[in-house]
């Protein structure tokens, strides 16, 4: 018998959020293929994928990506991935619809095997087995994954929550899941965003509920923001809007796009007639209109953001308008979203916000304590792997499976390339392999490392200063005044004394060193960088980039 | 009768927080000098202050500063605002102790006039005469100010909560208050933290219970991490830690300058000898000790941070110890309060700390909503300035003390250099006055503004290419290859390509360009930049710095 082996790869994280990996013989499927946004750290990249060496080295076993939904954290990475290596790409229908976009816009659709699955779908994938079963997220169309190997049976949930009364799709199939439990589980790989919040999660359906509520009492134009992605959010704002006869708007480009797939795709029910174009909203009065826009994140160049600040040329909030924040921010979000809700209200609209995770105009997609319990009781694996989280709630969540039944030794709390193995019905965690992140920035894949982000980390906080100096190659002396320029570390004008004093020790460091020597040039250099570095430091306790340039004519 | 004046100078944002200005006549009354600490925008600037341009010019009327509490947001600036006016200081014996920690540091403690008051002093400020009243908050010592004009009485809450059982003090003075505002008060400034929170704050005293129960249970090392200047709640540990027969340690340079300043002042109660050096852990039994360290909001280089990644000499936490965050994270430090929560569970350790704002080992120090209710009932103000708080959190403040009686257009919400104008008892908004911030970096005071943070954030998202070139000064040509120096922008060895393009390009332009007139120089400099600038965003979809020097020989 083979050898299973199970694994993360990628992301910034040290905690896989992105891709997953079973191995198994000859055969390597790979579960979802993200991307992350950037954060502080990663100064002016635009998105981090994953280092994908292993696979490449182990190509000819791969047979395909199952996806489990159209979130961007996990579809974001794969058109970057087919331009590596050309695998069949399996996908429910809107998750396809949302994957073709992206494979669209860089050139990849006539060259790709997009594969339509559904929960009854059985694919056999090399030795692999491979059957799913529905569950809710806030996306339409989610996947759990079940892998059948002659090892055992591995499991793995996606995002996930339980919905007794989702909008426009069937509850998780709670029935299947039991099922495939009872036929036992060997590893349940299982998402734990939210481990650390108590209870269940209220219904997608009270949203609703709040969502009219909120469009009965307006008296004015309601503006109301959401992911674009939440296309069961979307159908109740559609609701709420055809019951208080309202025409809806949609802007931002996200939300035009998603609505418009989710729409063509059935997954939206839209009237007729109900959705106009933005230029359409000067005729109407404003208790006729509803405007579904992007920004519920403060995101500064989305539409939310702009109308906010008087910046969207063809729409406006007045005073007692309705501004609705169908959302909540996700963590690192708020100070830009408190900032969107200032701007507003200094604008006198009528804001509904939440104040916390738990409040506002949302629920969360991602199952709280109890639904955790519940998968793992339905599920009853041998192992568990917390899988899509940081540390404290994988943390937690091995707490909550110890209590109902998993034994604390049969956790696993990988990192990145940590890899899980079985053999024989029993498994261990073993060396790791390669893994790591990529950084796309522009059209550059990979060309922003680490050297390149800890000079502009430098450049960020201190700046930078310029020392051209030249001098006669035979005998080293100076054949004109030393060019200092600096960027980032002092406005000239106000330094001019500075200035005029690093001048003049860059002129006698020069002068000093005069020699007919060959080198002049590499010595000349470090005597500058370090003789300013101590000046600049000593004066004003900075520690800008030192670009000493020395030219020898 | 003179006008009188209210405004608010300073700090980053649009409406002040850290200093408010009193105008009568020839007096200037200024209450609290503070700092703010620099957010993501203000890259490498280590702390912001006022632009007291204003009080400069008017520098023979100002009478004083006043000072309610001895938090940085309200003494950071004292030393800075010194440097530039000598005038007298008014605080309380523990404020008064923290801002002569800080003269020292900056050398000023020799020339100030430092005056100690309390609740019941009585100031003749010129023409305004000066009391107080006890109010509660996250650090002892605290004081509201009322200021006595002929135009009429006005009241600056200072921060504030209500606690009835506080610890090691007394509660509010809440009958001093009703006395104020049975007297009549025209203008309350009143702060606005906590508007958007429900209720009444717990006591102090909860914490303390909550505290001792955690000690209680620990069997090994507790680590509790707390704000230094919560000298009720360090109070609090030191009780727990004598319950259980504890050793104190004490870790973090401001953890041991406040606790040493507070203990020496007498507002706080340390059993002899449980005070212990850190070189003493290594002799005692885990169950004997509790470190009490700084780091509670993820600073990196504060101790906690340090400890929860084993780069603390002395201490080490190991698997089973308890760490307690006694605090909850201000917004925008969740990132690195998480970070360091996750290291310190990887060490094995337990981990108390709240998932939200209202969870934990932590009450606010900042009224509540049905607090401000009680402040603006006691007071009775004609007009009210919400102060101290973003602009949600004030205009939520307006609807409370709508609901309490003020009416809405009594009610002034003013941006910094906005000045309210009293005369004849009414009062209006009038034009502002000059205000504005002045970052500090380093020894540099006011050298780091707009442009040169502009450049910053530039550099840290594309980085700089500097191109130096050297051509003969009579006519032109090249006299040697041009340098090209990039940082931040692509790593060269992975770029080589691009940049022999570059290279190639910059030969070109300067060849075409070669002519003996004499501003080649700018001309060549401006081709270059905006040459290699097209190129660069054709390859990459950056634009990086551009930094063409011409050297001329």
Known sequence: ????????????????????????????????????????????????????????????????????????????????????????????????????LKLKEHRLLRTTDLVLIHE?????????????FKTNHSIPDCLGIVLHTKEG????????????????????????????????????????????????????????????????????????????????????????????????????????????????????????????????????????????????????????????????????ILPNDTVLFASSPIPGNEKNVTEVIDNLLRLGANVVYGSGRDTGLHVSGHACQEELKLMLTLMKPKYLMPIHGEFRMLH??????????????????MKNGDVLEVADGEARQIKSIHSGHVFVDGLGIGDVGSIVLRDRKLLSEEGIVVIVVTINERNGALVSNPDIISRGFVYRRDAEALMNELQTLVIDKVTELQSPSRNQGRVIRQTLKKTTEQLLYLETKRRPMILPVVIEV
């Open 1 to 100: 018998m083979s050898t299973l082996s199970v694994f993360a790869l990628g992301g910034l994280d040290e905690i896989g959020k992105n891709m997953y990996v079973l191995e198994y013989g000859n055969d390597i499927v790979i579960i979802d293929c993200g991307s992350k946004f950037p954060n502080e750290q990663t100064l002016g990249v635009d998105l981090i994928i994953q280092d994908v060496a292993y696979l490449k080295e182990n190509q000819e076993k791969i047979r395909g990506i199952l996806v489990t939904h159209g979130h961007e954290d996990h579809i974001g990475g794969i058109p970057y991935f087919l331009q590596q290596m050309n695998v069949p790409v399996y996908a429910t229908r809107l998750t396809l619809g949302l994957i073709q």
């Open 153 to 316: 049976v591995v499991v793995h949930t996606g995002d996930f929550k339980f919905d007794f009364t989702p909008i426009n799709e069937d509850y998780a199939d709670i029935r299947k899941m039991a099922e495939i439990g009872s036929k036992g589980v060997l590893l349940l790989l299982s998402e734990s965003t939210n481990a650390e919040r108590p209870g269940f999660n209220p219904s997608e359906r009270i949203i609703g509920e709040q969502i009219e509520e909120e469009f009965k009492k307006a008296k004015q134009k309601i503006f109301i923001s959401t992911f674009a992605s939440n296309v069961h959010r979307v159908q109740q704002v559609v609701n709420a809007a055809a019951k208080t006869n309202r025409k809806l708007v949609l802007l931002g480009r996200s939300m035009v796009n998603v609505v418009s797939v989710a729409a063509e795709l059935g997954y939206l029910m839209i009237p007729e007639g109900m959705l106009i174009d933005k230029k359409e909203l000067q005729h109407l009065e404003p208790a006729e209109v509803a405007v579904l826009c992007t920004g519920s994140q403060g995101e500064p160049m989305a539409a939310l953001s702009r109308l906010a600040t008087g910046n969207f040329r063809q729409a406006e």
């Open 396 to 413: 937690k969540h091995r707490m909550l499976a110890e209590a109902v039944g998993v034994p604390f030794e049969n956790v696993f709390i």
């Open 120 to 132: 009854d779908s059985h694919l056999s994938l090399g030795s692999i087995e491979v059957t799913f």
